[in-house]
């Protein structure tokens, strides 16, 4: 199945690219999905906010190092991406791929989410 692109009509993209050929637009991802340390995987669909309680089936025993809420995952329909937002009010910081979440920052497919630089490795898939 290909797919067709919503900014220039562009039909025969390969359903493996997340990127139109004909224009270079990136197509929003339907899921995100984490894996972590217990092989156990989450996908969300929406905007969600990410802590300890939620993570803890994922993450197995670094979750100690997340807050509630640690994160969120932002659907941003305007921009046509997902985004990760580090939450003020926890304790340790959010890294994605070893630099520091300061700000609103676009994930990309495969993308590494920790605590700190290497605590709780989650590892990011997007799907389309
Ligand atoms: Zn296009």
Same mark, same amino acid.
């Given at each position: 199945?290909?797919?067709?692109?919503?900014?220039?009509?562009? @039909?025969?993209?390969?359903?493996?690219?997340?990127?139109?050929?004909?224009? *270079?637009?990136?197509?929003?991802?339907?899921?995100?999905?984490?894996?972590?340390?217990?092989?156990?995987?989450?996908?969300?669909?929406?905007?969600?906010?990410? *802590?300890?309680?939620?993570?803890?089936?994922?993450? *197995?025993? @670094?979750?100690?190092?997340?807050?509630?809420?640690?994160?969120?995952?932002?659907?941003?329909?305007?921009?046509?991406?997902?985004?990760?937002?580090?939450?003020?009010?926890? #304790?340790?910081?959010?890294?994605?791929?070893?630099?520091?979440?300061? @700000?609103? !920052?676009?994930? !990309? !497919?495969?993308?590494?989410? #920790?605590?700190?630089? @290497?605590?709780?490795?989650?590892?990011? !898939?997007?799907?389309?």
């Amino acid at each position: 199945m290909s797919w067709a692109c919503t900014n220039c009509g562009h @039909e025969a993209n390969d359903k493996e690219s997340p990127q139109c050929l004909a224009c *270079g637009e990136f197509r929003m991802a339907i899921r995100v999905v984490f894996s972590g340390a217990t092989g156990e995987t989450m996908a969300m669909q929406i905007t969600t906010q990410l *802590g300890n309680a939620s993570l803890r089936r994922i993450a *197995g025993d @670094e979750v100690q190092y997340a807050s509630s809420p640690q994160c969120e995952i932002v659907k941003d329909e305007t921009a046509g991406c997902w985004l990760l937002r580090h939450a003020n009010s926890a #304790t340790n910081p959010t890294f994605l791929n070893g630099k520091l979440v300061d @700000e609103a !920052t676009k994930i !990309t !497919t495969r993308s590494v989410l #920790t605590i700190g630089l @290497e605590k709780m490795p989650l590892t990011i !898939t997007l799907e389309y």
